[in-house]
């Protein structure tokens, strides 16, 4: 077994931050120590095979991204990366572990479903990953299965309020879901957007000939995001199901969430990076067929309307507890392309895996959020609202040796050409400038990442079983 010593950093944490030394004991993390206390020489460090140098650098848990896509199939074709391609971007960007979403297809078990994605992730991963189960047809086989997926260590399910005829729920399938997920413990999330209506806006759109990506945005206006979550609010408030709505993007939605948890729901909600730095006004004066890069649900939201930075805001009140990055890329030649002359072909998603640790950081150096928080956000309470705390999202002695060494002092230029690793033929986040960099990444114990070289294989990520949510009320 290798011990590891990272030494003279700042270690930071959802609740501080402190001069500390971490004490790594193959996979785990066996101590945290005041700086200087091993001394290399002694009998105890007469065991520590590598030290690693953290100092004026900050020293956090390894993310956490609670919301990816890999493989995802989506209008006729299939998100571009493969669990391989995708967590060792996740890697190279600090995150350490990835809840993907397990998919139930319309006709097929649950079950079925489930082995499809044990199948596609097993031994291809560069980092720790668990999954959600996506429902796409709730039925009464599918309500059994469901009670079964603790067991499994899957302790959370996804339906859609968006997409009819493909991954849709109706009102009627979502309060029995909903009314296991109350009996068993288990999280519902919810896609929250009016699919049905905003089918009818769609089809008006293109007969008027508004055919653009940033007509996509238009159609799912805030009023079906608004209207779906406080829906699922309600369905959830009768049944006592606790609820995560993923990818929240709207102001308006943002309030629905917060009058629920005020009044003591169990009602959680995710943003993304995209809803936080990008906007329909963007896409709206991107050339040609280039806004498709930013064609994904919920969708871009108006900058003059005030929705970005209200999702900040929401990160600083605790109404909106943590950023996924909802990852499902496609590129642009061959699948973005399948919606040229129709939005509504456009396979929906952003590539974010890599991106999400650094772009959280900006909102640091930008006064948005404290450092604290952004460990908080991007690692402590996905682990805490998925069931992984204690072995994931913490710094202390027990855990999973997940660490990123972030240095403050460092540089990031994101860009197809620059820093680039996930399977895709553009960047959606061309141009962005961080003032940090991910240095070191270790991953369970062993050092992935590390002076911008990948030192991973497929097959070190290992699927990891969850709990129950830890963040109920
Ligand atoms: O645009 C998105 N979000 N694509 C992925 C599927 C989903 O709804 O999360
Ligand atoms: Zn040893
Ligand atoms: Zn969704
Ligand atoms: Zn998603």
């Not at 003279?8 to 004490?23: I, K, Y």
């Not at 000939?209 to 206006?221: E, L, S, W």
């Not at 820093?419 to 991953?443: K, R």
Request: hydrophobic fraction near 40%.
């Amino acid at each position: 077994m290798t011990t590891t010593l990272i030494r003279g950093g700042t270690v930071v944490t959802a609740t501080g931050r402190s001069q500390a030394d971490v004490l790594v004991d193959g996979e785990t993390i066996v101590a945290v120590l005041a700086p200087g206390s091993v001394v290399l020489g002694t009998d105890l460090s007469r065991a520590v095979h590598t030290v690693i140098d953290a100092t004026g650098k900050y020293v956090i848990p390894g993310g956490i991204d609670a919301h990816t896509h890999m493989e995802l199939p989506f209008g006729g074709t299939a998100a571009s990366d493969t669990f391989e391609t995708g967590t060792r971007a996740a890697a190279w960007g600090g995150t350490t572990t990835i809840i993907d979403f397990a998919v139930q297809t319309y006709g097929q078990r649950v079950m079925d479903g489930l082995a499809t994605w044990h199948e596609k992730a097993s031994g291809n991963c560069a980092i720790d990953y668990a999954f959600h189960q996506i429902v796409g047809d709730v039925n009464e086989d599918s309500l059994q299965a469901l009670e079964s997926l603790p067991d499994e260590g899957i302790t959370s399910f996804k339906m859609f309020m968006a997409y009819p005829g493909v991954f849709y729920s109706d009102d009627a399938q979502i309060l029995r879901a909903m009314q296991v997920s109350a009996r068993t413990g288990m999280m519902t999330m919810m896609h929250a957007e009016n699919g049905p209506a905003i089918d009818v806006l769609v089809g008006q759109l293109l007969a008027q000939g508004k055919t653009d990506p940033y007509y996509h945005g238009v159609a799912r206006a805030w009023q079906m995001e608004e209207e779906a979550t406080h829906r699922a609010i309600m369905l959830a408030n009768l049944t006592g199901a606790p609820l995560y709505v993923v990818h929240v993007s709207a102001k308006q939605a943002v309030e629905q969430l917060a009058a629920a948890r005020d009044v003591g729901q169990n009602v959680f909600g995710e943003t993304c990076p995209q809803y936080l730095y990008l906007s329909l006004e963007e896409q709206l004066g991107a050339p040609g067929f280039e806004g498709a890069k930013w064609v994904c649900s919920t969708p871009l939201r108006s900058k003059a309307e005030g929705h970005q930075a209200h999702m900040w805001q929401s990160l600083r009140t605790n109404d909106i507890q943590m950023v996924s990055t909802d990852h499902c890329p496609f590129c642009m030649k061959g699948q973005k392309d399948l919606g040229l002359g129709n939005f509504s072909k456009i396979p929906n998603g952003i590539g974010s895996v890599e991106h999400r640790m650094d772009l959280l950081y900006q909102g640091v150096v930008d006064g948005q959020i404290s450092l604290e928080r952004w460990v908080e956000i991007t690692s402590t309470t996905p682990a805490r609202m998925f069931g992984l705390y204690g072995k994931k999202g913490v710094i202390a002695p027990g855990a999973d040796a997940d660490i990123v060494i972030y240095d403050p002092n460092g540089h990031t230029s994101i860009g197809y050409e620059k820093t680039h690793h996930m399977n895709m033929d553009h960047s959606a986040w061309e141009g962005f400038e961080i003032d940090g960099h991910v240095d070191t990444v270790l991953s369970r114990g062993k050092v992935v990442i590390d002076d911008n070289q990948y030192l991973g294989a497929k097959g070190d990520g290992q699927f990891v079983k969850r709990g129950l949510s830890q963040y109920l009320i």
